[in-house]
């Protein structure tokens, strides 16, 4: 069974930075392409940022470009995401997802039953 675990989460200051972690298992980490998504009060979920299974290629949302970076280590089976000048905006639970079939990339359509999620860890942003 696929289980992802999200790590990193805190309470921060706007301008600060903040790296999350998620620690894949269950099957052929390298396989599989990976992603973030975040959830803000009263918002739906959205997609953030995704990086395919070879590392290759990421995508992100504007709203992050130039902030945020994805990255992964397939030899730890983890997906990271670092988070720089952090906005009171970026403030949402961050959900790790990755793709239920290999090779496939992670993308803002991707549906939500085509994927495997983490619990989702909290980001809190001050003002």
């Known amino acids: 069974q696929v289980q992802l675990v999200e790590s990193g989460g805190g309470l921060v200051q706007s301008g600060d930075s903040l790296s999350l972690s998620c620690a894949a298992s269950?099957?052929?980490?390298?396989?599989?392409?990976m992603g973030w998504f975040r959830q803000a009060p009263g918002k739906e979920r959205v997609f953030v940022a995704s990086i395919d299974w070879n590392g290759r290629r990421q995508y992100y949302i504007d709203s992050v470009k130039g902030r945020f970076t994805i990255s992964r280590d397939n030899a730890k089976n983890t997906v990271y995401q670092q988070m720089n000048s952090l906005k009171p905006e970026d403030t949402a639970v961050y959900y790790c997802?990755?793709?239920?079939?290999?090779?496939?990339?992670?993308?803002?359509?991707?549906?939500?039953?085509?994927?495997?999620w983490g619990q989702g860890t909290q980001v809190t942003v001050s003002s």
């Open positions: 997802a990755t793709s239920r079939f290999p090779v496939t990339s992670v993308l803002p359509s991707t549906k939500y039953e085509d994927m495997y």
């Open positions: 269950g099957r052929t980490f390298s396989a599989y392409a």
